[in-house]
């Protein structure tokens, strides 16, 4: 991926994305529900890639008294995220109780947080946009403490499936994402030394009136094609015809679906197993005497 490419997409998007993130709010919820089954109560939580902060007031009615931390690299979706809090709260941090929200713009993969000082992390449909997510994985495993929990959901590889058949009917370039397997998912939680990662997925499918209203949602959901090798420039009018047939053609019922496989995963920070140096920690129990 570009990572440039993914934060111009998203600075561009920022102020229509609360109308368009449908998916992002009901996998938010389904998220929300997974964590009636956990029993934390976190001191400090991070978001990580918040966007236009749209779970940041379900987590702090969640957890009334946590010092929460939004990262997000998009400066726009920070400062949409800004706008949720009422301008009395943000002058007057201590009425009602509770604690205010920090928003940091941070690229998720370099977090300016101290080692072992969050208690949860959290991330709703950010970790696809990441070029390498092992080493993101490692980031996040960093900051969480000891005990600490890491909740997270991302896009799967049967996301636009529709769209990428789409496309090579039509003859045209990949333009559109390949996405991590869930078993890829969960043995790199392993090695940035998560223990005991649960991972699950489902299939959730938007449907469109017209290929347009599908490009656009794409759009402004920050969903545009960011890959490093990506095609530069746009379609050509003969070309852009052939791969609206070809989607159209796939229609049902008159509307036209997208699918998108969802991964929930969580897991737990782990007993460190090496020193910041790279020396292995070998713990040993004393045994009882006979």
Not at 33 to 48: F, I, Q, Y
Request: hydrophobic residues 45%.
């Amino acid at each position: 991926l570009d990572a440039r490419a993914v934060a111009r997409g998203f600075e561009r998007a920022a102020a229509r994305f609360d109308d368009a993130a449908v998916l992002h709010r009901e996998v938010a919820r389904r998220m929300a529900e997974r964590l009636d089954m956990v029993m934390l109560k976190p001191a400090r939580l991070l978001d990580l890639g918040c966007g236009s902060g749209a779970d940041l007031q379900p987590l702090r009615a969640r957890y009334p008294d946590m010092q929460m931390i939004g990262i997000d690299r998009s400066a726009a979706m920070l400062a949409q995220a800004a706008a949720r809090t009422p301008r009395w709260r943000r002058w007057l941090p201590g009425v009602l109780g509770g604690r205010q929200t920090a928003l940091v713009r941070a690229d998720i993969a370099r977090l300016p947080i101290a080692p072992r000082s969050i208690d949860m992390a959290w991330s709703n449909m950010a970790l696809h946009w990441q070029a390498d997510l092992p080493a993101t994985l490692r980031e996040v495993q960093r900051c969480v403490r000891v005990g600490g929990l890491f909740m997270f959901s991302m896009l799967g590889p049967d996301t636009l499936r529709e769209l990428r058949g789409a496309l090579a009917e039509a003859g045209l370039p990949l333009r559109a994402h390949r996405f991590i397997d869930m078993h890829d998912v969960g043995d790199m939680l392993v090695e940035a030394g998560f223990a005991e990662p649960v991972m699950d997925m489902e299939h959730i499918t938007l449907t469109f009136d017209t290929p347009a209203a599908l490009y656009r949602d794409l759009a402004d959901t920050g969903g545009h094609c960011a890959l490093a090798a990506r095609p530069r420039g746009l379609l050509t009018p003969r070309a852009r015809a052939r791969l609206d047939d070809a989607l159209l053609r796939l229609r049902d019922d008159g509307r036209l679906p997208a699918t998108m496989e969802i991964i929930y995963g969580h897991a737990w920070r782990g007993e460190p197993r090496q020193t910041e140096d790279g020396r292995a920690i070998i713990q040993f129990e004393r045994g009882r005497r006979r």
